[in-house]
Nanobody
Framework: QVQLVESGGGLVQPGGSLRLSCAAS????????MGWYRQAPGKQRELVAT???????NYADSVKGRFTISRDNAKNTAYLQMDSLKPEDTADYYC?????????????WGQGTQVTVSS
């Protein structure tokens, strides 16, 4: 049974940093593209960043230069380092696992972790 467990969310002041972690189990982690998505109140879920098994990355324009996605295949864990946080980054952040070549409806999702950026 695949499980994705996020951690690291919380309250941070504008300009601050947070590091989210996503611990995966029940899957061959290195084969999956890992991603972070977020959903703000009243808005649709949006892509934040993805990282392939070979470590190539992709970022939403809104977070480029501020967020860094990474993975440790030995620890079955993906990370999202968030720097220079802005109030508009406030959202629930979700970890995603996608097996390349398959329909996205088969993706796995974590339960989400809340990030609040406020003074």
């Amino acid at each position: 049974q695949v499980q994705l467990v996020e951690s690291g969310g919380g309250l941070v002041q504008p300009g601050g940093s947070l590091r989210l972690s996503c611990a995966a189990s029940g899957m061959t982690f290195m084969l999956y593209t890992m991603g972070w998505y977020r959903q703000a109140p009243g808005k649709q879920r949006e892509l934040v960043a993805t990282i392939r098994g070979g470590a190539s990355t992709n970022y939403a324009d809104s977070v480029k230069g501020r967020f860094t996605i990474s993975r440790d295949n030995a620890k079955n864990t993906a990370y999202l380092q968030m720097d220079s946080l802005k109030p508009e980054d406030t959202a629930d952040y979700y970890c995603n696992a996608h097996f390349p070549g398959t329909d996205y409806k088969y993706d796995y999702w974590g339960q989400g972790t809340q990030v609040t950026v406020s003074s």
